[in-house]
């Protein structure tokens, strides 16, 4: 994937700098931006923004902050290249969230290294969810490899969301996406508490997560988030379908179909020491006690304490 990294200068001064510095990388573009075509080039979200500030026309604390007040653009890192090298000119840069102030004359070679790794920081980063903030597929599976290593007893939680789906599609996916929010804030406040030490909470994507938790007792757990979950998911429904208890939805042969109000069905997988050897094993029971889960109509939760 190509990486497009716009350079901010009003005389073209840095972007040759920048192309001969990266000519063996053809994974960067590098584009040339003036001040007065900011607006325009934001909207393209670049992958990093780097500020010369030494050839633009206007305030550079000024050219931040609109970067940074830019709906698509927050979390764009900026690097702020400037001969200006007082420590309260460099202090004031990096309070707009700016992430390096870096001082002229430049390091060709810290540049480069500077830019090779916010690429790599920010592929990381593309590994946990942008929506519910959790960790997603990759640490998942390294936190149950860790797990196993360890050879101590823990239990897994597998759990999403029943009628989901007719949900977004009655109340669009922004809607959706308040509820799989509301889902990660659930799980994390009962998982993430002080009954618990070495917690883990994960987004595997769409209304799928993971919770694991040291030792094999978690019913009251399973219940609690349960009953929470039903009361509060409520307030994302309209006072009628919260009295009918269910939402009607158009099938694709124009069939009107009901759908009860969205559930939490939870998945738990009980690892007693020595009970798998991998986490394959552990995702295959995993599905399988979702499934039983899901099987029951409302909210619940289906715990597998099979010792083999």
């Known amino acids: ?16 700098i920048f192309r001969e510095l990266f000519k063996d990388d053809p994974e960067y573009k590098f584009i040339s931006v003036k001040t007065e075509q900011i607006d325009i080039a934001l909207k393209n979200i670049p992958f990093l923004i780097v500020i010369n500030e030494d050839a633009i026309d206007r305030n550079v604390i000024d050219l931040c902050k609109k970067i940074r007040k830019d709906e698509d653009n927050t979390i764009t ?42 690429n790599r920081l920010m592929a990381s980063n593309r590994r946990v969810s942008p929506l519910t903030g959790l960790p997603g597929n990759v640490q998942i599976h390294a936190e149950l490899k860790k797990r196993l290593l360890r050879q101590e007893p823990f239990s897994v939680l597998y759990l999403d969301l029943d009628n989901f789906k ?17 889902t990660a804030e659930t799980i994390s406040k009962y998982v993430n508490n002080e009954k618990y030490e070495n917690t883990f909470v994960g987004h595997i994507g769409g209304d799928d997560f993971v919770a694991i938790i040291p030792g094999t007792e978690c019913e009251k757990l399973c219940q609690d988030m349960i009953s929470y979950f039903d009361k509060n998911v409520k307030s994302f429904f309209t006072e009628e379908d919260q009295k009918k208890g269910y939402i009607e939805v158009e099938n694709r042969k124009g069939i009107i179909e009901q759908f009860p109000l969205t559930s939490l069905s939870i998945g738990v997988v009980v690892a007693d020491v020595q009970r798998f050897h991998n986490i394959l094993e552990i995702g295959e029971v995993g599905a399988q006690v979702k499934h039983s889960a899901k099987s029951i109509m409302g909210s619940s939760y289906s715990i597998d304490k099979r010792k083999h």
């Open 1 to 16: 994937m190509v990486q497009e990294i716009y350079i901010i200068d009003d005389d073209d001064s840095s972007i040759w």
């Open 77 to 118: 890192p900026v690097i702020v290249v400037s001969s200006k090298s007082s420590k309260n000119h460099r202090v004031k840069i990096l309070q707009e969230s700016v992430e390096y102030f870096i001082k002229k004359p430049v390091d060709e070679e810290y540049l480069y290294y500077t830019v090779k790794n916010l």
């Open 166 to 182: 007719a949900y977004n599609d009655v109340y669009g996916f922004l809607k959706g996406d308040e509820i799989i929010e509301f």
